[in-house]
T-cell receptor
Framework: DTAVSQTPKYLVTQMGNDKSIKCEQN?????MYWYKQDSKKFLKIMFS???????INETVPNRFSPKSPDKAHLNLHINSLELGDSAVYFC????????????FGPGTRLTVL | RKEVEQDPGPFNVPEGATVAFNCTYS??????FFWYRQDCRKEPKLLMS???SGNEDGRFTAQLNRASQYISLLIRDSKLSDSATYLC????????????FGRGTSLIVHP
């Protein structure tokens, strides 16, 4: 059984397009996260939701908009894609906001041409 | 100064060697510390939490030095399967518990 799943796994698109990445966790966790890992492998947190409420919103362009329809799902919508958005995007979850272990999804490799 | 700093390596060691990584953090209010492992083109996975008194899990030992603001990971009797990137994670206190990842240290264990 997959704990944290993301779709799609690969996404290749043109500059200027709008795209969404979906994330679901079946662990019953309250907290979910989005991370971006760039070409230098630096993993940086973007957003976090706890029970559908936004609790972390790091310095991210407002072209990125997360949405949590319920606590098992956290989707990421990106408007007007730019070349610099190319990266691997990881979704993760933890039992609570202060929970120790984060469980990561397999990642979505986004390439903007 | 970056919040969490790690030597990116790579550390190239023979099987059976002992290798140690350090990670320094800048926020003295940091409360929780972890080591994650990330294999090539895979997601990070928790290796171990780091406790104030230090802790051991098989061949892996983690230590925390709050005074000098660093954590360390020691791997004894390295195996080929230990080859991966080791990510240091520091969580700040406060309502949002923001986790900050280091950029990772690459370990290559060769026969």
């Amino acid at each position: 059984d997959t704990a944290v799943s993301q779709t799609p796994k690969y996404l290749v698109t043109q500059m200027g397009n709008d795209k969404s990445i979906k994330c679901e966790q079946n662990l019953g966790h309250d907290t979910m996260y989005w991370y971006k890992q760039d070409s230098k492998k630096f993993l940086k947190i973007m957003f976090s939701y706890n029970n559908k409420e936004l609790i972390i919103n790091e310095t991210v362009p407002n072209r990125f908009s997360p949405k949590s329809p319920d606590k098992a799902h956290l989707n990421l919508h990106i408007n007007s894609l730019e070349l610099g958005d190319s990266a691997v995007y990881f979704c993760a979850s933890s039992q609570s906001a202060g929970g120790n272990e984060q469980f990561f999804g397999p990642g979505t490799r986004l390439t903007v041409l | 100064r970056k919040e969490v700093e790690q030597d990116p390596g790579p550390f190239n060691v023979p099987e059976g060697a002992t290798v140690a990584f350090n990670c320094t953090y800048s926020n003295s209010a940091s409360q929780s510390f972890f080591w994650y492992r990330q294999d090539c083109r895979k997601e990070p996975k928790l290796l171990m939490s780091v406790y104030s008194s230090g802790n051991e899990d098989g061949r892996f030992t983690a230590q925390l030095n709050r005074a000098s603001q660093y954590i360390s990971l020691l791997i004894r009797d390295s195996k080929l399967s230990d080859s991966a990137t080791y990510l240091c994670v520091v969580k700040s206190s406060g309502g949002s518990y923001i986790p900050t990842f280091g950029r990772g240290t690459s370990l290559i264990v060769h026969p």
